[in-house]
């Protein structure tokens, strides 16, 4: 079987019109084996909603990722911010199946490679030294142990926490189960052959383990301290002219924070206000992984989608409530020739996010 010439023809007839498609994985990595998969990145304009797809295709396991051109960058981010960059990977170094993206998908692979090179960044020290105290505390749980179902358990998470915490230090990218290894060896062969040869030796492997901490500082069990009291903080109170301009705008409307991370220290929740002039409209927008909830407060705004190829409207008055899906395209109107429209808009990120489009269809 040719894992190349398998998926494009699995492109070619599942999806005829992709914007681009990609090959990934072992088995474009010199590291096939009986049971590797064809892990396969689909990007589709318009795509409803991204999926990911376990499949049989002419007897290969097929790893199906599908995204639109506008989830791909929401997931890519995710990724980035987990440090486990496994889609942009994918992205980057796979071999690319079609592609009609106008040298848009070269350009973005050339980003994503300049993004892998650079790295995380450091790690926080809150992050830290909760690396090193969840490491101290197994180590103690290593030297101790008796049962040897607790010791084999204990044994390999020393291993991978081991793993996660040499790669932090020195700002690497991480990984989960083979991933995680694929990069430690990357980054540090001669540790992960030590973790690996000392897996059934707690006192080797304990020393080993013990090296990375002290690069990191060394043990911290005792005195470490997180606080957690979320009983007593204060209540914030935000009036009219506290409301904040300091958010992301969209032409032909005004949007005012006023619960939001600058404003109240909102770390979920991003509330605020809309005003529309009359006799005008927004852009077309969406607003990313944000649920949306509006409350009409003043004006007949009315709220514009699309419904497969078709134009719907809903039209409003006070009192009324819209809620808007993740990633949905919209566009709010005030047809009012002398009115202003006035919402009280509630998200469920503390960012307000607003991604403009050329128009309401989905990419």
């Not at 639109?68 to 942009?88: H, I, K, M, Y």
């Not at 926490?161 to 980054?187: F, N, P």
């Not at 409003?316 to 020739?337: A, I, L, M, Q, S």
Request: net charge negative; glycine share 8%; with cysteine.
């Amino acid at each position: 079987m040719d894992p190349l010439s398998d998926a494009r023809a699995l492109v070619a007839e599942l999806f005829p019109q992709a914007w681009c498609a990609l090959l990934g994985g072992s088995v474009t990595a010199g590291r096939r084996t009986p049971t590797s998969d064809l892990d396969i990145v689909v990007v589709v304009e318009g795509l409803a909603e991204p999926y990911r797809e376990s499949l049989r295709w002419h007897d290969w396991p097929v790893d199906l990722l599908a995204h639109s051109r506008t989830s791909l960058d929401v997931w890519l981010e995710r990724d980035f911010g987990g440090r486990q960059p496994v889609l942009a990977r994918l992205c980057a170094e796979g071999v690319v199946l079609t592609d009609r993206s106008a040298g848009e998908l070269e350009r973005l692979r050339d980003e994503l490679r300049g993004r892998l090179a650079a790295g995380p960044g450091a790690v926080r020290k809150p992050a830290l030294d909760r690396a090193r105290y969840v490491l101290s505390d197994l180590l103690d749980d290593l030297t101790g142990a008796t049962d040897p179902g607790e010791l084999a358990f204990t044994g390999w998470s020393v291993i991978q926490e081991t793993a996660l915490l040499a790669l932090s230090l020195d700002e690497r990218w991480q990984g989960s189960g083979k991933w995680l290894l694929r990069e430690l060896r990357a980054y540090d062969p001669e540790l992960a052959a030590a973790l690996l040869k000392a897996r059934e030796t707690p006192d080797e492997l304990a020393e080993v383990a013990g090296r990375v901490l002290e690069r990191a500082g060394g043990r911290l069990w005792e005195g470490y301290r997180v606080t957690g009291d979320v009983f007593h903080r204060p209540l914030r109170h935000v009036t009219p002219d506290g409301l904040s301009e300091a958010t992301v705008q969209s032409a032909g409307m005004r949007r005012l924070a006023a619960v939001s991370d600058a404003t109240t220290g909102s770390r979920r929740l991003w509330m605020g206000q809309t005003h529309v002039p009359p006799s005008t409209h927004s852009a077309d927008h969406h607003h990313g992984e944000s649920e949306t909830a509006i409350y009409v407060v003043s004006g007949t705004p009315v709220f514009v989608f699309l419904d497969g190829d078709r134009e719907r409207r809903i039209e409003t008055g006070p009192g009324d409530y819209v809620f808007v899906p993740p990633f949905v395209p919209h566009r709010e109107e005030n047809p009012d020739p002398d009115t202003e429209a006035v919402v009280v808009i509630a998200r469920s990120t503390q960012e307000a996010i607003v991604v403009d489009l050329p128009d309401l269809r989905m990419r």
